[in-house]
């Protein structure tokens, strides 16, 4: 997640700057460039854009230049959608938490198809933004997306552990990429429902991915900061 140009970690309350065993914040482009030699994908969430509607355009540009990036801007209707694909995005994320509804999710289709459609999940029900929304039910919501021609759809699991039976039902119907409170020892779990891989959410030094996963890891460590830098 970024914010503010900083990169940011999920807090006790609320999201909170990364910061070194000393206390200083890490440099955003030092952590991205640790990430795109490692990894071939980037799950970016700026919070600037989920939170105000403020989408930080610069920087998701310059993350884009050298690493594919799927970018989660905060897109409530379809021109907010092309605003994300401006900055070089591989694909824009529609989420269920802030998209007007499918009116704006067939918009945005119909502008581009390079697009993925978030489903949040908390307490077994889908988080949605709207009244607009004909449904709550999670594997209800991936099939209308897909209904309307997106093929990608990420399944968020927030504070809830995965379903991995509903995991594996959306998957049947196309590419499906896993986000929640999992990590490496779930490998082979991730790998019986057919999704095309997990998201992991930075976290401090503690995330590292086993060797030949089918994952997709779209989130890594956090580089240590070099001796010279001040």
């Given at each position: 997640?970024?914010?503010g140009g900083h990169v940011v970690l999920p807090g006790s309350t609320?999201?909170?700057i990364a910061r070194d065993p000393e206390g200083r914040p890490y440099e955003l482009f030092d952590v991205l460039d640790s990430l795109a030699a490692r990894y071939g994908q980037l799950y970016v969430v700026d919070l600037d854009g989920v939170e105000r509607e403020d989408p930080q355009l610069d920087y998701l540009q310059e993350i884009a230049r050298d690493?594919?990036?799927w970018v989660d801007a905060g897109v409530r209707n379809a021109d907010q959608a092309i605003d994300a694909l401006v900055t070089g995005a591989?694909?824009?994320i529609l989420s269920s938490t802030v998209l007007e509804g499918p009116t704006e999710l067939e918009?945005?289709?119909?502008?581009?198809q390079n697009?993925?459609?978030?489903?949040?999940?908390?307490?077994?029900?889908?988080?949605?933004?709207?009244?607009?929304?004909?449904?709550r039910d999670p594997l209800?919501?991936?099939?209308?997306?897909?209904?309307?021609?997106?093929?990608?759809v990420v399944l968020s699991f927030r504070d809830d552990p995965v379903d991995w039976e509903l995991a594996r039902k959306v998957a049947l119907h196309g590419p499906t990429w896993i986000a929640g409170t999992f990590d490496a020892r779930d490998h082979s779990r991730l790998a019986?429902?057919?999704?095309?891989?997990?998201i992991f959410h930075l976290s401090g030094n503690l995330l590292t991915t086993p060797e030949g996963s089918r994952w997709s890891s779209l989130s890594i460590p956090l580089p240590e900061r070099r001796d010279d830098e001040t």
């Open positions: 997640m970024i914010r609320q999201p909170e690493v594919e990036v591989t694909r824009a918009k945005a289709w119909r502008l581009s697009l993925a459609f978030e489903v949040s999940i908390r307490s077994g029900q889908a988080e949605t933004s709207k009244a607009a929304w004909p449904t209800g919501l991936a099939e209308l997306a897909r209904a309307l021609g997106l093929r990608d019986e429902t057919g999704a095309a891989g997990g």
